[in-house]
């Protein structure tokens, strides 16, 4: 009997790669101007706009670049991404009944969803829902935020992934609303811990900084069933199942998620600093910076240049 595969499955043309990433820098520059940077965090707002960069990891180890793939930036609220992970490490499916697993329809940094579903968020990558897993790891770690960065650089092998405190500065002196969000969980029953602790643990995880380089080695156990290349043997393997893909392609670019699936067909989870992470199982990873953002805080640069990736070698999901 034949057995048909789906187009996404078939071998990904590595050699092909190089020009694709070039034809794509090439093309997206054009679109410079189209958003703006991040102006609510203070170091975010001087942030060079016209910036690109992009690197693809396979599950064999090729790693392809292109523009300012090494460059740092602030990832925001791709942490969310391994704080859930490390969550989940540390109380498994408990995880589950502080937050749920629907995409949100909201502004990521809503109130009134919250209040009105009795203080437990939609999902864990809306900014209720990241507060409540840092809560999680705050509660079960004697210096959560080291712990983060700690997970992170074994799966990125990069020991700089560490918090930029100038950025962390500015995230705390003008994250009103997320302390609003942080103050209702508690009020609600689902924060656990002291409220400031738990600030202190989420302002400070938005602030590390990686780069598209970093962050698709990081990535590299959600298209390679859990196996990462830098973990040392021992060390723990992340949570790496269809479950974190499924939250990404559902809720991973906020409410402008179903636009990106509709146009780039992966699992993905973006940041305000406008970094996108994206995940073709089985095959790579991808990551891109550009700092200008769409109205929904999404990298304008990245999505584009993720659909002409997906476009172009065939491997949206779909």
């Not at 034809?23 to 203070?42: L, M, N, S, T």
């Not at 609220?77 to 992970?85: G, N, P, Q």
């Not at 196996?227 to 499924?246: C, L």
Request: glycine residues 8%; proline residues 4%; negative net charge.
């Amino acid at each position: 009997m034949n057995h048909c595969l789906p187009h996404n499955n078939l071998p990904l043309d590595t050699d092909s790669l190089p020009d694709i990433l070039a034809r794509i820098h090439k093309e997206v520059v054009f679109d410079f101007g189209k958003g703006k940077v991040a102006d609510y965090i203070p170091s975010l707002k001087e942030v060079d706009p016209k910036q690109f960069g992009m690197a693809l990891r396979t599950i064999d180890g090729e790693e392809f670049c292109v523009g300012q793939a090494d460059t740092d930036f602030s990832i925001q609220s791709v942490s969310k991404l391994f704080a859930l992970m490390l969550a989940l490490e540390i109380v498994g499916d408990d995880v589950w009944d502080r937050v749920g697993r629907e995409p949100s329809g909201m502004r990521f940094n809503s109130l009134l969803l919250l209040e009105s579903e009795g203080g437990i968020p939609r999902n864990p990558f809306i900014n209720a829902g990241a507060i409540a897993i840092s809560d999680i790891i705050a509660t079960h770690s004697s210096i959560p935020i080291k712990r983060i960065e700690d997970f992170i650089t074994s799966l990125s092998g990069n020991k700089n992934n560490r918090v930029d405190p100038i950025v962390a500065a500015g995230e705390k002196s003008t994250g009103f609303l997320n302390a609003a969000i942080a103050n209702l969980l508690k009020a609600m029953g689902n924060l656990h811990g002291d409220v400031d602790h738990t600030l202190d643990c989420y302002f400070k995880q938005c602030a590390i900084t990686m780069s598209c380089v970093d962050l698709a080695r990081a990535t590299e156990c959600l298209a390679n069933r859990g196996n990462s290349t830098f973990q040392k043997t021992g060390e723990h393997k992340p949570v790496a199942d269809k479950r974190i893909n499924s939250l990404m392609l559902m809720c991973g670019l906020y409410d402008a998620v179903g636009n990106f699936a509709y146009n780039v067909g992966l699992p993905a989870k973006s940041g305000v600093g406008g970094g996108i992470v994206a995940v073709a199982p089985g095959q790579y990873t991808v990551a891109v910076w550009s700092p200008e953002l769409d109205n929904y805080g999404n990298s304008v640069l990245g999505q584009l240049a993720l659909e002409k990736l997906t476009t172009y070698t065939k491997t949206s999901i779909f």
